[in-house]
């Protein structure tokens, strides 16, 4: 059983634009939500994290927006940038760093 | 401040052989997790340890396993290796005193070709 499901698969976004990626999960004993950009030949590093108890935090360009409700949280990349072109996965845990990751999107920002 | 570093980076070994993967962790760090990387399976958490102690482990067989030494730095070993254990296995650091919320941060993966 999947327990963090990750839309889409690959998405293509034009420089400026907005890149969107959402994730669903299933377990509500989760209380800490990362997302993680991979580029190729490299280990995922942190983007940004948010607690179930907050419905949005931005860093920079970067967004998260959580519904609890839902179960669902995003991450919103704002003026997307070629260097913004990699895999990218959202995580969830509640018990130390056993982290369940979604299954990735690879985002291609085109020039 | 220097990264996790994970040696070796690449190598290739026979079905039915044994691997040990090595991991040094952020200095201060004293969390140390594995996970296995692959294209069907993602991101798939395999173990962590704390101080030396198996803190949370996930639902590999036994023949992965690893440890922790006291200055932190930790292996991991599969024994009777199969095909599909061709993968990267990435290992991330963290500080690690929380019960949740801690950052991890991850090395650049060894990749394991079986053959």
């Known amino acids: 059983q999947q327990q963090v499901k990750q839309s889409p698969q690959s998405l293509i976004v034009q420089k400026g634009g907005i890149s969107i990626i959402n994730c669903a999960y299933e377990?509500?004993?989760?209380?800490?939500f990362p997302w993680y950009q991979q580029f190729p030949g490299k280990g995922p590093a942190l983007l940004i994290a948010?607690?179930?108890?907050?419905s949005e935090k931005k860093e920079g360009r970067f967004t998260i927006s959580f519904n609890k409700s839902a179960k669902q949280f995003s991450l919103h990349i704002m003026d997307s940038q070629p260097g913004d072109s990699a895999t990218y996965f959202c995580?969830?845990?509640?018990?130390?760093?056993?982290?369940?990751f979604g299954s990735g999107t690879k985002l291609n920002v085109k020039p | 401040k220097a990264g996790v570093t994970q040696t070796p980076r690449y190598l290739i070994k026979t079905r039915g052989q044994q691997v040990t993967l090595s991991c040094s962790p952020i200095s201060g760090h004293r969390s140390v997790s594995w996970y296995q990387q692959t294209p069907g399976q993602g991101l798939q958490f395999l173990f962590e340890y704390f101080s030396e102690t198996q803190r949370n482990k996930g639902n590999f067989p036994g023949r992965f396993s690893g440890r922790q030494f006291s200055n932190s730095r930790s292996e991991m070993n599969v024994s009777t290796l199969e095909l599909g254990d061709s993968a990267l296995y990435l290992c991330?650091?963290?500080?690690?005193?929380?019960?949740?919320?801690?950052?991890?941060?991850f090395g650049e993966g060894s990749w394991l070709t079986v053959v």
């Open positions: 991330a650091s963290s500080l690690g005193g929380r019960t949740s919320g801690n950052t991890i941060y």
């Open positions: 948010i607690r179930p108890d907050v």
């Open positions: 995580a969830a845990s509640r018990d130390f760093n056993k982290f369940y």
């Open positions: 377990n509500t004993a989760f209380d800490y």
